[in-house]
């Protein structure tokens, strides 16, 4: 059942139906439950039940209940009271919730607090971080956000040669994909989304997927994916340099990228840029990852997994 009420950012990305498509969740193990009140839509809770496991955030980053509008402690008590009692019936015995950022709205510590309160635990917790654009004054109040390191070497980057280009597919792509790839296999990192899947995700979401090759003097040095998983909040999937690329002693492009980065996502419309986990499965955190990221102006959060029984 889809709802035509438009939902709290626009609705998550990975709670789309064609997400699910694209990774081939067959119609008979989509669960999405909607909550009304009075007849008002209140909030869905979308994902996918498999072996009696009920995963929001399916294939994905996160998931977790979307709402309406900003929603008063009952409404939310009564979305997550409900999914839970709709699951039940159905024979589901564990929800697993992949939880987005706090910070993305204003909603989501209420919606943590029922879900925690209605009997959750918190089975993993990332180090998340984030850069927050709102008030932000253009590309160059994106470049005061970072340390003074990297800022004089982002400066020095663009009086260089250098292109950013919006990847449709084709040739760019397959060059695209091979950077991330080869970036992950360089720092022991399993394997990356597939080229054949970037490409058809870009079919499916034109306005909200990117796939941006950044080069330098006519050579790409650098790559990024970046989905608007919200109205006006963008989540980098995958970034990565070209390790292999000649430098002539000059630092690393990630800096230049992530700078082109910012600037795009504020010049359309994101408030916030989510860089994505910097600890280890185990939540350890990475201190290569949580230093460069804090060099471009990236906060501190979490990102966290809510798991309860239903037996």
């Known amino acids: 059942m889809t709802s035509s009420e438009p939902l709290l950012g626009g609705g998550l990305l990975f709670c789309d139906a064609r997400f699910h498509d694209l990774n081939g969740v067959p119609v008979g193990e989509r669960r999405r439950y909607e ?21 929001s955030g399916h294939s994905a980053p996160f998931g977790g209940p979307d709402l309406v509008e900003a929603t008063p402690v009952d409404d939310v008590l009564g979305l997550v009271t409900g999914a839970l009692a709709a699951f039940r019936a159905d024979g589901i015995r564990e929800v697993r919730i992949r939880a987005r950022p706090p ?80 970036n992950r296999v360089a720092h022991g990192r399993p394997p990356g989304l597939p080229r054949e899947y970037l490409e058809r995700m870009k079919q499916a979401f034109p306005e909200r997927v990117r796939l941006l090759l ?60 989510d860089l994505g986990p910097s600890s280890e499965k185990d939540g350890t955190p990475n201190l290569g990852l949580v230093n460069f990221k804090r060099s471009v102006g990236a906060l501190p959060g979490t990102r966290k997994v809510f798991v309860a029984g239903l037996d």
Not at 110 to 136: I, K, M, R, S
């Open 214 to 273: 950044l080069r330098e003097a006519g050579t790409p040095v650098a790559a990024a994916v970046v989905y608007r998983v919200l109205t006006d909040v963008d989540q980098v999937v995958h970034w990565a340099d070209a390790g292999d690329a000649d430098r002539n002693g000059r630092p690393t492009p990630m800096g230049l990228l992530a700078y082109l980065v910012l600037a795009e996502s504020l010049r359309t419309g994101a408030r916030l840029v």
């Open 35 to 55: 909550h009304r009140s009075d007849g008002r839509l209140v909030g869905v809770l979308d994902g996918v039940a498999a072996d009696d496991v009920f995963v």
């Open 103 to 182: 910070v993305y709205s204003a909603a989501e510590p209420l919606l943590e607090y029922a879900l925690l309160h209605l009997g959750f635990t918190v089975a993993h917790c990332d180090l998340n971080q984030h850069v927050d654009l709102t008030g932000v004054d253009g590309a160059p109040g994106v470049l005061s956000l970072f340390k003074d390191r990297r800022r004089r070497y982002v400066r020095a980057a663009l009086g260089r040669a250098h292109e950013l280009s919006v990847v449709e597919g084709g040739e760019d792509l397959t060059t695209l994909h091979r950077i991330i790839a080869d």
